[in-house]
């Protein structure tokens, strides 16, 4: 491809974008509020006796858990922005569209799960780009 650019005078668009040098305190609290917000899901989601058994509700339990342990893995640590974007694209709702009626008490948890998820993607006021 390199030989394309050269030919048609283009910039490297492939090149990698500068690493940001990330607010850790910033991202660890972050990281916490999504814990939480996962961990209260699981909760709510295990409290709905009429869903427990369908094998995609318990599944989705347990990729929060999954995805709950490894926030706590990466904030108990040092992480990288691509480890944090790379969990926060893994967060998805627990329906999409119109919730049904036996299971929209976790509407409010959803709406935060993702408002969490997104705020891990920004790039924080703190943050910049090492040159």
Do not use: C, H
């Amino acid at each position: 491809m390199s030989f394309l650019r050269r030919i048609f005078g283009g910039k490297d668009d492939l090149a990698p974008a500068g690493t940001v040098r990330l607010d850790v305190d910033q991202r660890k609290a972050q990281l916490v509020e999504l814990e939480r917000v996962l961990d209260k899901l699981v909760e709510v989601m295990k409290a709905n006796d009429r869903r427990m058994s369908n094998p995609g509700w318990r599944e989705r339990m347990a990729e929060y858990r999954r995805l709950s342990g490894e926030s706590y893995r990466l904030r108990a640590g040092s992480f990288t922005r691509e480890q944090i974007l790379d969990l926060a694209f893994e967060i998805r709702p627990v329906f999409t569209g119109e919730l049904p009626d036996d299971v929209r008490v976790v509407e409010p948890l959803q709406v935060q799960l993702l408002a969490a998820a997104t705020a891990l993607q920004d790039v924080l006021p703190g943050e910049r780009p090492d040159s």
